[in-house]
Structures are given as C-alpha cells and as structure tokens.
C-alpha cells in the first residue's frame, strides 16, 4: 500500500530573503523593504515563467506559498547567493537602483524539499 500523498506533487514554495540590517541597523522604513521583496519576487517568476515548476505555482492562485527569511548582511545574502548558484538553484538577487544595494533575493518555486535544507541557516523575517 502507497503512503498517503505518495505520487502527489510536492508542494511548491518561494523563499525570498530579505536583508533584516535593512530596517534594523540602517533604518529604512519597513514599506521600502517590503518593496524590495515583492521586486524580487516578482522578477523571479518572470525570470521562470516557462518553468513548469513556476507554471504550476501560478496554476495554484490562492494556494501559493512563499517563505520569508531574513538574512542579516549584505555579506550573508551575497554569500547565500553564491551558494544558490553553486549548487543550480535559479533565483534572482534584487540589486536597488541607482544605489546598486543588493536587498534580498527570491527563489522561483520549488518543491520545498528540493530548497529547505540551503535555507535552514535563515530564520523568519522579523
């Protein structure tokens, strides 16, 4: 007999990563930051829109999932980049213009699976 959910889709998740110094340390207002989250979300999904992956999480509207973490640094968010690209995750690292400030940086979809373990080391955005 087949575990429950077996042969079921995996759920899909985006995690997106925002620099918490933003609006602890450097005091920008929490409205700016979250911008530069739904910047980055959004231009991941644009970047992955022919992903199946993608293709279904839209398919899920009112069912979408997303994780918000915060990373403390620009140091932690650029190194989390580097290793997201090491290992092939497809994400998009929001760099704010003019200033040329890297702010957070969003994942296309997953199976949460495939990118819960490269994210465990980032807690909640507070």
């Known amino acids: 007999m087949a575990a429950p959910g077996a ?7 985006q995690y997106v990563v925002v620099r918490s110094d933003l609006v602890h340390q450097l005091s920008w ?40 973490l915060g990373a403390p640094d620009e140091a932690a968010l650029s190194g989390l980049s580097d290793s997201l690209t090491q290992a092939g995750i497809s994400h998009k690292l929001w760099i704010e213009q003019p200033e040329n400030i890297p702010t957070c940086l969003a994942l296309k979809p997953y199976p949460k699976e495939t990118v819960q373990p490269l994210m465990k080391k980032f807690k909640l955005f507070k």
């Open 7 to 13: 042969g079921a889709p995996s759920r899909l998740v």
């Open 29 to 68: 207002p929490l409205g700016a930051v979250i911008t530069q989250a739904c910047h980055a979300a959004t231009a991941a999904i644009h970047l992955h829109y022919g992903d199946p992956d993608t293709r279904r999480y839209l398919e899920q509207l009112d069912a979408m999932h997303k994780v918000v």
